[in-house]
């Protein structure tokens, strides 16, 4: 059985204000995580033993969960407008007494939709608790289209937080919280930290989160012989498809694209010069 320990840094920045008593990031856990506390573990099952198993054992639960959502659909899909014309497609599910019960908004990983593996099971552990789930998806993924030039990326906030606020004037009586992963894990992260104190989450999950993007995809690039070149190649398809699939939309972007080398990226660092760095003007 393998075990990983739960570990902190025994000496990190103090925080708190001035009225405040100052604690330790180690002193927050153990006060407000008691389960994340010196001694805690995490034991992984045996049948799927280290990242590379439970990341195909997640790739093929996509597959089942996803013709399961055929037969018993538990989304209904909300197409919201955004400030700039844009367009993001929402699924809920939710709850009995739903205008007072906690909401969950889900930012899933590159391209994720509600089908994936580990949306779906975390639905199923809300739904027991009687908490709605809302999950966000990237522009002109999760079945919808662009109707900007201006696609997704993992630096953009401005999305989330129109729709973070709307929930919130719309039910203003639910506790909104958040959940992420991957590169939704580094937008939360990032929208979190730029709402500071007035943040509208009542509480954030971020889950295995790329803090720096740029040494994430150079590792993934560069390593032709590793594991995590599959990886590589799996997220650039998804980049790709997600690129054709609003092709139209995207060129009509006053940016002069070289579409033949966007098409034929071997890497994800050459579609993200080709394409996204273009089209946001970086």
């Given at each position: 059985m393998y075990e990983v320990r739960l570990i902190h840094a025994k000496q990190t920045q103090l925080l708190g204000g001035k009225n405040d008593k100052k604690k330790s990031i180690g002193d927050i856990i153990r006060?407000?995580?008691?389960s994340l506390a010196d001694g805690a573990t995490?034991?992984?099952?045996?049948?799927?033993?280290?990242?590379?198993?439970?990341t195909i054992y997640a790739f093929l639960?996509?597959?089942?969960?996803?013709?399961?959502?055929?037969?018993?659909?538990?989304?209904?899909r909300e197409y919201f407008r955004l400030s700039d014309g844009g367009t993001v497609a929402l699924d809920w599910a939710l709850c009995d007494n739903h205008s007072e019960r906690p909401i969950?908004?889900?930012?899933?990983?590159?391209?994720?939709?509600s089908c994936d593996f580990y949306v779906r099971r975390c639905y199923n552990e809300f739904a027991k608790m009687q908490y709605s789930v809302l999950v966000v998806h990237?522009?002109?993924?999760?079945?919808?289209?662009?109707?900007?030039?201006?696609?997704?990326?993992?630096?953009?906030?401005?999305?989330?937080?129109e729709i973070v606020n709307?929930?919130?004037?719309?039910?203003?009586?639910?506790?909104?919280?958040?959940?992420?992963?991957?590169?939704?894990?580094?937008i939360m992260a990032k929208y979190i930290g730029e709402e500071g104190d007035g943040c509208p989450?009542?509480?954030?999950?971020?889950?295995?989160?790329?803090?720096?993007?740029?040494?994430?995809?150079?590792?993934?690039?560069?390593?032709?012989?590793?594991?995590?070149?599959?990886?590589?190649?799996?997220?650039?398809?998804?980049?790709?498809t997600a690129f054709n699939e609003n092709r139209e939309a995207i060129l009509k972007a006053p940016v002069d694209f070289n579409v033949s080398k966007i098409t034929s990226s071997s890497t994800i660092m050459e579609?993200?010069?080709?394409?996204?760095?273009?089209?946001?003007g970086y």
């Open positions: 006060d407000e995580c008691p995490f034991k992984q099952s045996p049948l799927v033993p280290g990242g590379h198993a439970q639960g996509y597959y089942v969960y996803y013709a399961h959502s055929l037969f018993r659909p538990r989304f209904t969950v908004t889900i930012l899933s990983g590159v391209t994720g939709t990237s522009r002109g993924c999760g079945g919808s289209k662009l109707t900007t030039p201006l696609p997704f990326h993992c630096g953009l906030t401005t999305d989330y937080r709307a929930i919130h004037e719309r039910l203003p009586k639910c506790p909104l919280l958040g959940l992420s992963f991957s590169l939704g894990a580094n989450l009542a509480a954030g999950i971020i889950v295995g989160n790329p803090y720096d993007m740029y040494k994430v995809i150079k590792h993934l690039d560069s390593r032709m012989l590793s594991p995590n070149k599959i990886y590589d190649i799996a997220i650039l398809n998804f980049l790709k579609f993200t010069e080709e394409m996204t760095r273009k089209v946001f």
